[in-house]
């Protein structure tokens, strides 16, 4: 029996031995998985590095989309701001030439009242179509420049001639030679004026 406690003890140390063998290898393992496991940090780390850089490369797309999208919108307005101005351009001066020839034919009426007799029925006759014509200029836009005894301004007047004059002050205008029209606003003939030294 003795024999058989002996080699049961051996059994047994043998084992304890075999465990602890096990026991120092699964320490041996252990710092491999450490160090895998700190290697899956600095994985985990690394791709959560690579993420940020992402986002912040994303985040930069997008900023720099929203910048060009901003860019496009204001092009856009200016366009459509331009396009109409352009379209009420035309609206208000599409007549600009025709006007232009008519007030010819207007300074021609003029001048042929200025010869008409004063209780002439064909001169009254002559002088309603010439108001007439004058209303419809003026709705569609045509006015007269005022000239006569005001401050010369080159925008409006064209001086042909200079004269000394008691009556006005230098610099105004002393006669009006030839009228001149506006359409809405715009100069489309100046009036050519004599002024006073």
């Known amino acids: 029996?003795?024999?058989?406690?002996?080699?049961?003890?051996?059994?047994?140390?043998?084992?304890?031995?075999?465990?602890?063998?096990?026991?120092?290898?699964?320490?041996?393992?252990?710092?491999?998985?450490?160090?895998?496991?700190?290697?899956?940090?600095?994985?985990?780390?690394?791709?959560?590095?690579?993420?940020?850089?992402?986002?912040?490369?994303?985040?930069?797309?997008?900023?720099?989309?929203?910048?060009?999208?901003?860019?496009?919108?204001?092009?856009?307005?200016?366009?459509?701001?331009?396009?109409?101005?352009?379209?009420?351009?035309?609206?208000?001066?599409a007549n600009e030439k025709i006007v232009s020839e008519l007030l010819n034919v207007i300074d021609n009426f003029e001048r042929a009242l200025l010869h008409g007799a004063a209780g002439d029925s064909f001169a009254e006759g002559m002088n309603m179509i010439f108001k007439q014509l004058q209303g419809v200029l003026e709705k569609a836009g045509v006015k007269e420049i005022e000239a006569l005894g005001l401050d010369f301004d080159p925008n409006f007047h064209n001086a042909v001639m200079t004269e000394d004059s008691t009556e006005y002050e230098s610099g105004k205008v002393t006669e009006v030679l030839q009228k001149g029209y506006t359409l809405n606003s715009k100069v489309i003939r100046p009036s050519m004026v004599k002024v006073a030294n």
């Open 1 to 93: 029996m003795s024999e058989e406690k002996k080699q049961e003890e051996m059994q047994d140390e043998e084992l304890v031995t075999e465990a602890e063998e096990a026991g120092e290898s699964a320490k041996s393992a252990d710092p491999e998985k450490d160090e895998t496991s700190g290697s899956g940090e600095e994985a985990k780390d690394a791709g959560d590095a690579k993420n940020d850089g992402e986002k912040k490369e994303s985040s930069a797309e997008e900023e720099a989309l929203n910048v060009k999208y901003m860019r496009l919108m204001a092009d856009f307005q200016n366009f459509k701001r331009r396009t109409e101005k352009e379209k009420s351009d035309i609206y208000a001066f």
